[in-house]
């Protein structure tokens, strides 16, 4: 299986210095292989190295024997996404700073347990490297007792091979450090933020940032206690207040920040959007806590939930609806909030609208924001419904069957919609009654209802 | 390998397009078990492309020309390749040890092949006739990639950070990334087929865009991404030089029909879903049960909303599959049996909403509901016989106090009791959605049922 793949990383028409050819056999062969690290790996690094200095012409001059092989690079590679993963869990548990010690107690015991489950990513190569680590490299230097190798010598290898290369090719850095390297994904890994500003306008990235522009997870902590006060409080802004949680969430995630503190800020986020009715922000919140709640990172998934079968409810979108339907678990079904909304569900499904302007008046949590989206839709259909089941009704039972304050209000919403001369006063032995005459009314509302419908505006949707 | 290729040229050589395949199939036929391992061992890595270019060019029983053999001497070697993998994972099977990548090894070498069948029949190396070969071999590529992505979605997770500058924390990676490649490929196929340019229809690549439109249709579904396949139907009917779709093969036209037809049903189009699919059920072979019971698990849910029909015993008998997750639902429906209903929704809940077909026969409540008011009203009986009237004049009661109704609503139904106001939404519902005629008088508490035809369609 290798036979091949080395013969294509040299193609014959080319020259190939004897050292590299020897490189190539040594990066493939069994002694030299690293556990952890697959042979496709490797032969991709490899690629990747050569066509680096064969682009700059420097086959020749470099000194293959000395470089490190190409499992070497990744291991190391992975050891500093580490060693950066550990710097910022040590952001989380050095912000003892006097004023936030509520929160930090709250934190940490947060980020103590969450990823039982499931590893993240950036922590997932890290013990088995460092234990096999010490057999990649017997030939090269003394043999190191496996089980003492730490973190230090981490460093020290990391080191000697930022200084290896160096000798040579002093102008250039090689491919698996540079931070704009040609079609390199590792030069995206996490930032480490030195900024110390509360607050920071959002900007889009079209480049990787600098550290002193990005907020670390202490800082990033207050900016959220701030933003939350100021929301609580004068600030009404919302421009303002979407930019800054804009721009938070762009430092958390250049700086790969991924546990209970991110949950938290994308639900603010989503919460105070669907407050202002910005289904676009509302909805890119919603995309990625969805993903964050599989992490099992805490926060609230069972009204977030809630939220999404409301989401679809109001887009209409029956093959999303009947994807959610299948994901959902018999304990989210039991969660009350979960419940609302698959009744909400139901009864629009149904043409209960009787049972749906109950659900729209008792709506858990920010459930009647959502709501609010399709309500005036809703209460259309209702009346196209009613407008031919019935002559004429008291202005009262509308009233009440549609959801509404009072009968102010409902005839407010039956003049916004032109019908204020169904409107009648009848007089009888009780006195003088509001009602509703339908006659000929039926059209009327049914074309109102088929309008309010073929419009559902999909903001944001991805 | 000369003997091993000896089957091939004599298809090639009369033209036998199955036989051909037969001789690209990663499976061993049943009467021949040892023919990959046999053909796997007839060469090595090595001599592989010396011996098929031997067999297949210099040979004097070859008749092929120059290009094609050089063409097939690919194509083989790749097949070559691929069989090699097959039987390796086979073997680790076997011991009970699977590796990692051995599905995705499958998947990477089937591809290869399979691309360069694509290749070689667009360059016009190969003659338009192995466009069976082609879409024979896509299919495989499509199990293959469906269980290389098992793979593979077993071996990572699926949450990493977004690879560019983003400004969110999480991406989800394509899950089926294999397949979606593979669907890239059907892509390609499916426009070398249905683009076909040569005038002489015998010679066509267009005989294949059927198949190849039910290879998209399966792996799109299978992407849950349905609405791709829109684009496919909407390409055909644009192209207005295909052959009469009634000259296709039967199996094509079946699968085709059944996919569009399940296509408009997920749009809510239900004359359309149902036009094709009983096109497909009048099509489909009396012995193809499999087959019926997947037209059926559409046409049934799609009868209900269009013509308010339910499915008779008889049929749902000779489907036993689908009288289990029929069965209850539908003598609910024809009872008014409304809490027996629900009981039978929420218990087939996971097979309906898997078929996509839960929100759709959610709407058969409203059928039950209406044998539920129908029952009422007969049992309301009829007006008293005025003078000089005989039993023929008699006419029903067609002023029935809400409050029979609600009696009737409350012991249909289960969970919380029912109000008032609520049974009649649900009247309201019936009279708007035409399947009960008359109106509702709040003032008398009375329902207004119109005398002629007050349940459309059922007689009374």
Known sequence: ?462 | MQAALEPFLQAHADEVSWVVVAQLSPFAPPENPGRLYDFYRASNEHQIENEVRSALKYNRNSRLSNKEAGAWMEIFVAYWRAVGFILRAEEARNQGRIEDRQFVDIYDAWKTMTDLIVRHISNGSLPNWTIVCMYVTANHLRRFAIRADEQLAQSKSNVTFSPGFGDDIVSTVARNEKLEEAARVFNKMFALCLGDRNPDMRESRKWGTYYVANLLFKTYFKLKNVSLSKNVVRSIEAQNDLPDFKVYPAAHRTTYKYYVGVLAFLQEDYTKAESCLTDAWNMCLPDSMKNQELILTYLIPCRLITKHNIPTQTLLASYPGLKRIFGPLVSCIKSGDLAGFDAALLAGEDTFVKRRIYLTLERGRDIALRNLLRKTFLAEGFEDLKEGQSELDRIRKTRIPLSHFVVALRLRSSGQALEDDEVECLLANMIYKGLMKGYISREHSMVVLNKKGAFPGTGV
């Open chain 1, 1 to 462: 299986m290798q036979a091949p793949t080395a013969s294509k990383a040299a193609p014959a028409k080319m020259i190939w210095p004897p050292e590299l050819k020897t490189y190539v056999q040594r990066a493939l062969a069994e002694e030299f292989q690293v556990r952890g690290v697959t042979t496709i790996e490797v032969n991709e690094q490899l690629k990747k190295t050569i066509g680096y200095f064969a682009e700059r012409a420097m086959l020749f001059e470099l000194d293959w024997d000395n470089y490190p092989l190409p499992q070497d690079i990744i291991v190391a590679e992975r050891a500093k996404l580490a060693e950066q993963a550990a710097a910022n869990a040590a952001f989380t548990n050095n912000s003892s700073s006097p004023t936030s010690t509520k929160r930090k107690a709250h934190d940490t015991v947060e980020s103590q347990s969450p990823t039982k489950t499931s590893t993240p990513p950036w922590q997932k190569t890290n013990l088995a490297d460092r234990v096999t680590f010490g057999n990649g490299q017997k030939e090269k230097r003394p043999k190191q007792d496996d089980a003492t190798s730490s973190k230090s010598d981490l460093e020290k290898r990391r080191k000697r091979f930022q200084l290896g290369t160096s000798g040579k090719t002093k102008t250039t850095t090689p491919p698996w450090n540079t931070q704009n390297g040609p079609d390199s994904d590792l030069s995206s890994g996490p930032v480490v933020g030195t900024n110390q500003n509360l607050e920071k306008s959002y900007f889009r990235l079209t480049a990787p940032p600098k550290a002193e522009t990005v907020r670390p997870q202490p800082v990033l902590e207050r900016t959220l206690d701030m933003l939350r006060k100021k929301w609580k409080g004068e600030e009404k802004n919302y421009n303002y207040i979407c930019n800054q949680f804009k721009s938070l969430r762009q430092d958390l995630t250049v700086q790969h920040i991924k546990n209970s503190f991110t949950v938290k800020v994308y639900e603010m986020h989503a919460r105070i959007a669907l407050e202002k009715g910005d289904l676009g922000e509302y909805n890119q919140c919603q995309t990625q806590l969805r993903v964050l709640y599989m992490q099992k990172l805490g926060g609230h998934p069972a009204e977030f939930l809630a939220y999404r079968i409301l989401y679809f409810v109001y887009t209409c979108n029956k093959a999303d609806m009947n994807d959610l339907l299948a994901e959902l678990t018999n304990a989210d079904k039991n969660q009350d909030a979960v419940r609302h909304a698959l009744d909400v569900r139901s009864a629009l499904a149904l043409g209960n609208y009787h049972k749906f302007f109950r659900l729209y008046l008792e709506a858990p949590n920010m459930g009647a924001y959502l709501m609010d989206m399709f309500i005036v839709r809703e209460r259309l259909a209702a009346l196209a419904n009613i407008s031919r089941a019935y002559m004429s009704i008291a202005l009262r039972f509308l009233t009440d069957e549609l959801g509404f304050e009072n009968d102010r209000e409902c005839c407010a919403f039956l003049e916004a919609h032109n019908a204020q001369n169904m409107i009648e006063e009848k007089v009888n032995d009780n006195g003088t009654q509001l009602r509703v005459n339908f006659k000929g009314a039926a059209p009327h509302f049914e074309a109102l209802r088929a309008a309010a419908f073929s419009k559902v505006d999909i903001k944001g949707q991805i």
